[in-house]
């Protein structure tokens, strides 16, 4: 009873931050009377979704980057993860280096993909996928690293093999450590797909965005973030439905987001 | 006299690293029979857990007889041992049954039976209406009453116990001292119990070796000749001091 009651409030509260700030937002545009070309009101902003940009299409495209360059980052981040924890010596070589390629601000490395990988959707899934592999790389390694030399000793004392270590104790105990890389890599994922439409693309929100621009055309700019977002926002939503699914509410990690 | 389960003769291990040498065991000479709790006591750094790793087949010798199920009882490596260590080590994402049954899936056992001798061991181990629940829903004891029926499930031969009380607070210590009398008394198993505590050692010991540092050298093992059941007023008995005297003496305590 308690429980729900509580998330209830919980929901409340979160629902009502935002409206609040939208209701702000709506009052602080009319009552300074802000030019139409600096800051829409909400309302505005909504409404230009019937301007003729053809949002569904580019929507599209935006979502496929972003969820095409997560998957690879996922696939890739934890498959080099695996491969590290079953390698020291290979893994003493190269973490460093990925500790040092996590320093560079990857949005700059933009317009370098776009001189390798060239324009289009799959150049901007491989700049999504770049941008956002790291982090999971990361944690998912260190949460493979992180086994108790004690637990290792019983199971060797029962002759069980590397394969068993894996599947029953290591990879079970890292998937806290791969959801906290996860959600990091969402925004980054995010990031990745929109600085390669601005960069170089004929399609997207991102691409989009700099078209109305030109225009002025404010609120379709507006619009277009608001989109941005909720994709960003409803991946972020299945990591976590997944993270629910699949890790114990007490091995959860709340750090990262 | 039969032939012990265990025999070890002038047991030594030395640590090699490139730059130097350290010898952790030596002169390890005992033996155990089978259905003994033996406690190994010593300061820490001492060697009880080399001891113990030579023991479980964790470790190479380097000098000595290291000789484990004689004659009659045979003895398979990899198979007959059971761990307990200072942390449980329980898997935070396991049911405490599913943690019980850990070793039977490493050795590939018969899962059906080895369920049911899983739930007979939570009942043995005090944990009755906990099979469902997960490591965290547990207090410290009980998590170490899990990880002793996790040790047993395999029904091994020899079960190894690194400082299993060693994080409890003092009064679930010398609870678990009890259930952990208890439990071998009804499991009959033979038990080697590394401890730095010597009222601990001498409380549980059917025999007790007291292990000393720098040099590390096994110096002294003897019967505990204290009645079973034990109980904690025992501890004041005049017996029991004498024994506990006789180990800071070798220790070097006095
Ligand atoms: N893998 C190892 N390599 C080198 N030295 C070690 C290793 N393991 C333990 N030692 C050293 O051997 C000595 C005995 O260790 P240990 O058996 O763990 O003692 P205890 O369990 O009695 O505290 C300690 O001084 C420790 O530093
Ligand atoms: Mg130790």
Redesign the interface.
């Known amino acids: 009873m308690n429980n729900i009651s509580d998330s209830a409030r919980k929901w409340a509260l979160i629902i009502l931050v935002h409206v609040i700030v939208v209701v702000a937002w709506h009052y602080f545009v009319v009552l300074g009377e802000v030019p139409l070309y600096v800051m829409p009101t909400p309302g505005q902003t909504i409404m230009s979704i019937f301007g003729e940009y053809n949002w569904l299409h580019n929507t599209m495209i935006t979502t496929g980057e972003v969820f095409g360059g997560y998957a690879l980052a996922v696939v890739v981040g934890v498959t080099l993860a695996v491969l590290f924890s079953w390698n020291a010596t290979v893994s003493e070589f190269l973490m460093p280096l990925v500790v040092s390629l996590n320093m560079i601000p990857k949005v700059a490395m933009g317009p370098i993909f776009i001189v390798w990988f060239d324009y289009g959707l799959g150049p901007n899934i491989i700049i999504a996928f770049m941008i956002s592999f790291l982090p999971i790389l990361i944690t998912t390694t260190r949460g493979l690293m992180e086994v108790e030399p004690e637990l290792l000793d019983l199971v060797k004392s029962l002759k069980g093999s590397r394969w068993q270590i894996f599947t029953k104790i290591q990879l079970p105990g890292s998937l806290p450590y791969i959801f906290s890389g996860m959600k990091v890599a969402v925004v980054l994922a995010v990031a990745g797909a929109i600085v390669g439409e601005f960069i170089g693309s004929e399609e997207g929100l991102g691409y989009l965005m700099q078209q109305v621009q030109v225009d002025l055309d404010t609120p379709a700019m507006f619009m277009a973030v608001l989109l941005i977002t909720l994709i960003g926002v409803s991946l972020y939503g299945i990591v976590i439905l997944l993270e629910r699914i699949f890790v114990k509410s007490d091995s959860r990690m709340e750090n990262a987001a | 006299m039969t032939k012990p389960f265990i025999h070890l003769e002038g047991v030594s291990k030395t640590y090699r690293s490139r730059r130097q040498e350290f010898l952790a065991v030596s002169d390890a000479t005992m033996d155990i029979h089978e259905g003994e709790l033996v406690s190994l006591v010593g300061p820490s750094g001492c060697g009880k857990t080399t001891l113990l790793?030579i023991l479980?087949?964790?470790h190479d010798h380097d000098e000595g007889i290291v000789d484990i199920g004689g004659g009659d009882n045979p003895f398979e490596p990899?198979?007959d041992?059971g761990?307990v260590?200072q942390?449980s080590?329980l898997?935070?994402?396991r049911k405490i049954i599913d943690n019980v049954l850990?070793?039977a899936?490493?050795?590939g056992l018969p899962m059906g039976e080895s369920r049911e001798r899983a739930r007979d061991l939570l009942h043995m181990v005090g944990l009755d209406g906990f099979e469902q629940n997960?490591p965290?829903e547990l207090s410290g004891g009980m998590q170490q009453r899990a990880a002793i029926a996790r040790s047993l499930v395999?029904d091994p031969k020899l079960i190894l116990m690194?400082e299993p009380f060693g994080a409890l607070d003092a009064l679930t210590r010398e609870k678990m001292n009890l259930e952990l009398l208890r439990i071998w008394t009804e499991s009959k198993k033979t038990i080697i119990f590394v401890t730095h505590s010597i009222q601990e050692a001498v409380l549980l010991g059917s025999r007790c070796a007291v292990l000393t540092a720098g040099p590390a050298r096994m110096a002294d093992q003897f019967e505990i000749e204290l009645d079973y059941p034990r109980t904690l007023d025992m501890k004041t008995h005049e017996k029991f001091g004498v024994y506990t005297r006789r180990i800071y003496k070798l220790l070097g305590m006095e």
């Open positions: 790793k479980a087949g964790l990899g198979r041992v761990m260590f942390q080590l898997l935070k994402w850990l070793p899936e490493i050795l997960y965290y395999h690194d």
